[in-house]
């Protein structure tokens, strides 16, 4: 059974796209902890991350490094958080979160309610940060 992510790669689940290529997809979190906050994640469907071969492992730090570059262009923050937890989808996923403390990164925290056209907005800007890279 295909995971929700692997429905948004595949277009079943509407997504807002920042960048994909072969083998990786990064879209916004639509529960953001902050504005510009991506998930990264491989097309592969792999649980957990400590499952992928080392290349894998490897080319999706250097899509998420990417990624989080475009999205500290585009969102004002002192720096670039990134966290795997893992648990609530059985999909390896990179989450991309611009931050100004350490509490930023807090899952407790409520979560951002965005409106559509500020998501379009987001994503377009980050992906066009992403191409120019």
């Known amino acids: 059974m295909a995971t929700i992510f692997s429905?948004?790669?595949?277009?079943e689940?509407?997504?807002y796209?920042?960048?994909e290529n072969d083998d990786f997809f990064a879209f916004m979190d639509i529960?953001?902890?902050?504005?510009?906050?991506?998930?990264?994640?491989?097309?592969k469907e792999v649980d957990y991350i400590l499952d992928l071969d080392d290349d894998t492992t490897?080319?999706?730090w250097k899509f998420a490094k990417k990624i989080g570059k475009a999205v500290e262009s585009i969102v004002p923050c002192k720096k670039i958080g990134f966290t795997v937890i893992g648990l609530e989808v059985p999909h390896t996923h990179i989450h991309v979160i611009p931050i100004n403390t350490i509490y930023d990164m807090d899952f407790k925290q409520p979560k951002l309610k965005l409106e559509q056209e500020e998501f379009i907005d987001l994503a377009s800007r980050i992906s066009t940060a992403f191409d120019e890279l």
């Open 7 to 11: 429905k948004i790669i595949d277009g």
């Open 13 to 15: 689940i509407p997504s």
């Open 17 to 19: 796209k920042i960048a």
């Open 31 to 43: 529960n953001p902890l902050a504005k510009g906050h991506t998930l990264v994640i491989p097309k």
């Open 58 to 60: 490897a080319e999706l």
